[in-house]
């Protein structure tokens, strides 16, 4: 089935750039998305590339995409103590009415002051 | 974005009883509704699909009889886990997908479940 990896941990000190990885197996990916998660409280969808893009930058956020390495990344400029949170990389194949979204197991990013 | 809420945030019971979680989508309707679990540490684990009007659909290993599912309105699905268990404690989350906005789902803030 799908699998999508991401490193478990990541430290940065404030007002560093962070780089989550996350790679993935399934070749009919057409959304990714990148999730964040503060202690205690669902997800917050943070941003999403579909598969025919190769970047996007959002504020602070820049995701990039390589399809042929089925490798993803979410960087984070100026990171901030306030972005301290778990963060997960999603990935979904377009299939009409059913969607299945299949997650990281998320990368604790830890940021310090 | 689109706003998902779920009730209640958390809530405690005692093992044998019954837990009712609702999950609303409040700017948007939504044809079809996500259950998620979340253990400690770990990712989200897709429990079923909920869809209005429609049975739910549930992945591999997850006991309809056990975790019911109701989709009754476009904006209420509602997820009652019966006869309740220690082990059953957990984080549950529900998203809603948007079909205004490619797609996307969108999260509620999640249900913690403490069965004693």
């Known amino acids: 089935g799908e699998d999508v990896e991401q490193s478990l941990f990541l430290s940065v000190r404030e007002g560093d750039s962070s780089v989550i990885n996350c790679t993935y197996t399934?070749?009919?990916?057409?959304?990714l998305y990148w999730y964040k998660q503060e202690p205690g409280a669902g997800l917050q969808l943070l941003t999403y590339?579909?598969?025919?893009?190769d970047m996007k930058q959002d504020q602070r956020l820049t995701v990039l995409l390589n399809k042929k390495d089925k490798h993803l990344s979410l960087r984070i400029a100026d990171t901030q103590t306030g972005d301290s949170a778990i963060y997960f990389c999603?990935?979904?194949?377009?299939?009409?009415?059913?969607?299945?979204?299949?997650f990281g197991t998320g990368t604790k990013l830890q940021v310090i002051p | 974005g689109a706003v998902v809420s779920q009730h209640p945030s958390w809530v405690i019971c005692k093992s044998g009883t019954s837990v009712k979680i609702e999950c609303r989508s409040l700017?948007?309707?939504?044809?079809?509704m996500f259950w998620y679990r979340q253990f400690p540490k770990q990712s989200l684990m897709l429990m079923a699909t909920?869809?209005?009007?429609?049975?739910?659909?549930?992945e591999q290993g997850v006991e309809k009889d056990k975790f019911l599912i109701n989709h009754a309105s476009l904006t209420l699905s509602t997820l009652t886990v019966t006869s309740a268990h220690p082990e059953d404690s957990s984080f549950y989350i529900c998203?809603?997908?948007?079909?205004?906005?490619?797609?996307?789902?969108?999260f509620g803030p999640g249900t913690r479940l403490t069965v004693l």
């Open positions: 998203s809603a997908r948007d079909p205004r906005s490619t797609d996307t789902q969108y």
């Open positions: 399934d070749s009919s990916s057409t959304y």
């Open positions: 590339i579909f598969s025919n893009m």
């Open positions: 999603a990935e979904t194949p377009f299939t009409g009415g059913y969607q299945k979204v299949t």
């Open positions: 700017d948007f309707q939504a044809t079809t």
């Open positions: 909920s869809n209005e009007g429609s049975k739910a659909t549930y």
